[in-house]
């Protein structure tokens, strides 16, 4: 099953299932086009992941790292699906990430691997929006990740039934791929990841971790149409605008 979360016309927000291109609340039936269509999850925090697939971690001239490197994005970098994101002014190097995005259905701690299916609600798909400028000469990265809409997501979360173990990940900029691997890539595997994070955190329910982008991240320019594709997911599209 998929799931939207959407703002109906009279201003409510709501959690409806989306099938065959309707989203369904109660007795009711709205077409997505029609309605503005939110974040697909209401999370106290993203918890990030760096260097998750080997060939990004290359196009970065960077080491694989031996443990997961976590960091978090807060809830102002949530954006949704068809939203137009404003980048940071004054910046030369903003670029996309795309990312599958896991998203926890209950609190949890310390959770084992062998388990960590259990916590799982579903799947979306995620831009991780990087600004360079600053990510490279801060340790923290709270100017290079958390700023206002640095976090676009959705349109849908999935069951994880919908998603295939060999999910493609795909991001298109104004229609040109620029990233095209699978989840089958990944360093961690989703169970190695929830085990890591929740040794530290708790996770809450409604809570995202972003699994890291593959290879081919690139700049982001005023105007551009951005798609995130992800095999059982669908396609999350926003738009970005340079101040």
């Known amino acids: 099953m998929k799931y939207v979360r959407f703002r109906d016309p ?3 927000v709501r959690r409806g299932e989306y099938r065959d291109g309707t989203i369904s609340f109660g007795t009711s039936e709205y ?3 029609e309605v503005d269509v939110l974040a697909p999850t209401d999370p106290s925090k993203v918890v990030c992941i760096g260097r998750n697939y080997a060939e990004h971690a290359d196009e970065r001239d ?3 790292p031996d443990r997961p490197l976590l960091f978090l994005k ?3 970098a949530l954006a949704g699906h068809g939203d137009e994101i404003t980048l940071p002014a004054g910046k030369d190097k903003i670029e996309h990430e795309a ?3 896991v998203v926890i259905g209950q609190q949890c701690r310390n959770v084992d691997a062998a388990d960590a299916m259990e916590v799982i609600e579903g799947y979306t798909c995620m831009n991780d929006i990087s600004n360079r400028d600053d990510q490279r000469v801060e340790q923290n990265w709270v100017r290079g990740k958390a700023f206002d809409g640095a976090a676009p997501m959705g349109p849908v979360v999935a069951t994880p039934e919908e998603v295939p173990e060999d999910a493609s990940v795909q991001l298109r900029v104004n229609g040109e791929t620029r990233q095209d691997s699978s989840r089958e890539h990944m360093i961690f595997s989703i169970p190695e990841l929830i085990e890591e994070i929740t040794a530290y955190m708790t996770l809450e ?6 699994t890291g982008t593959p290879a081919g991240v690139g700049p982001l320019a005023d ?4 798609e995130v594709e992800i095999d059982g997911v669908g396609t999350l599209e926003h ?3 340079a101040p």
């Open 99 to 101: 990312e599958l995005g």
């Open 74 to 76: 807060p809830p102002n």
């Open 205 to 210: 329910a409604g809570d995202v971790i972003a």
């Open 10 to 12: 009279a201003g409510s």
């Open 239 to 241: 738009d970005v605008r």
């Open 223 to 226: 105007g551009d149409t951005v």
């Open 62 to 64: 960077e080491e694989v």
């Open 31 to 33: 077409d997505p086009d």
